[in-house]
């Protein structure tokens, strides 16, 4: 997905869909077998989730670097996360996850 400013993110991040814990099962396995169109589908829906933890970051740093920097960190996570286990929800790896790339993004601007 490209994003031309941050309110252009903001706006498509709000039309993503999230997909419900079955649909993220069967992406993920389909992932795990080497399907990339489904794990865009497991990216795709949890960019809202992306654009909250901007949202909370102050006016002056919801940049689209930030934007790069969770990015990556979602696709990190999405990469390493065994969305099979029933230990550890994806959405509070996600959320560790992007609150150290806000961090980061920080201590370097």
């Given at each position: 997905?490209?994003?031309?400013?941050?309110?252009?993110?903001?706006?498509?991040?709000?039309?993503?869909?999230?997909?419900?814990?079955?649909?993220?099962?069967?992406?993920?396995?389909?992932?795990?077998?080497?399907?990339?169109?489904?794990?865009?589908?497991?990216?795709?829906?949890?960019?809202?989730?992306?654009?909250?933890?901007?949202?909370?970051?102050k006016p002056n740093m919801q940049t689209l670097g930030l934007v790069m920097y969770c990015m990556n960190a979602l696709d990190k996570a999405v990469d390493s996360f065994n969305f099979v286990q029933e230990s550890e929800t994806f959405a509070h790896r996600l959320s560790w996850a992007l609150r150290q790339a806000v961090v980061s993004y920080m201590v370097r601007k």
């Amino acid at each position: 997905m490209l994003f031309v400013s941050i309110d252009d993110f903001f706006k498509k991040a709000s039309e993503c869909k999230i997909l419900t814990r079955q649909e993220e099962l069967e992406c993920a396995v389909a992932m795990k077998n080497g399907d990339t169109e489904a794990r865009e589908r497991l990216i795709q829906s949890y960019i809202p989730m992306v654009a909250s933890h901007i949202k909370h970051a102050k006016p002056n740093m919801q940049t689209l670097g930030l934007v790069m920097y969770c990015m990556n960190a979602l696709d990190k996570a999405v990469d390493s996360f065994n969305f099979v286990q029933e230990s550890e929800t994806f959405a509070h790896r996600l959320s560790w996850a992007l609150r150290q790339a806000v961090v980061s993004y920080m201590v370097r601007k």
